[in-house]
């Protein structure tokens, strides 16, 4: 197995990780800010099914949670650290951190796991044969 970057960095920009078409959806309003957009079901292009069957989402789960608990999160820790804020605001900031970063980080997180899933497994790909219906 061999981790394909080229095709982790194409989803992680919002493209298609096939055709390399922008995979943000059209008919959402909030698109045009890319984070908060979701991603559609299928490329508007070649038309690969990007929500795959039930328990696909649990990928772009982890990449929530841990882009949040190990990215967001310990700069309270630091901040607390260095004395900016007491240990009762770290408290509520994590406590509004945790409960707001995860929404505004849906669709980076799974254009991330879209990436990371194809890049392991290249063979997957639409154009390497698998059905586009999955
Ligand atoms: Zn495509």
């Known amino acids: 197995m061999q981790f394909r ?21 059209r008919k959402n309003p909030l698109s045009k800010w890319g984070q908060f957009a979701n991603i559609p079901d299928r490329c508007p292009d ?15 789960i982890v990449w929530n949670y841990t882009l949040t608990a190990f990215g967001a999160l310990p700069l309270l820790l630091i901040a607390v650290r260095l004395g900016w804020c007491g240990e009762a605001w770290a408290i509520r ?17 799974w254009r991330l796991w879209i990436g990371t899933y194809y890049a392991f497994l290249p063979e997957q790909l639409p154009s390497s044969g698998r059905r586009t219906d999955d």
């Open 46 to 60: 070649c038309g690969m099914v990007l929500r795959r069957r039930d328990g696909f989402f649990l990928g772009a």
């Open 93 to 109: 900031w994590a406590i509004l951190t945790a409960l707001t970063v995860p929404f505004f980080i849906h669709a980076l997180s």
């Open 5 to 25: 970057s080229d095709i982790f960095w194409r989803a992680a920009k919002g493209c298609c990780p096939d055709c390399g078409a922008e995979i943000r959806s």
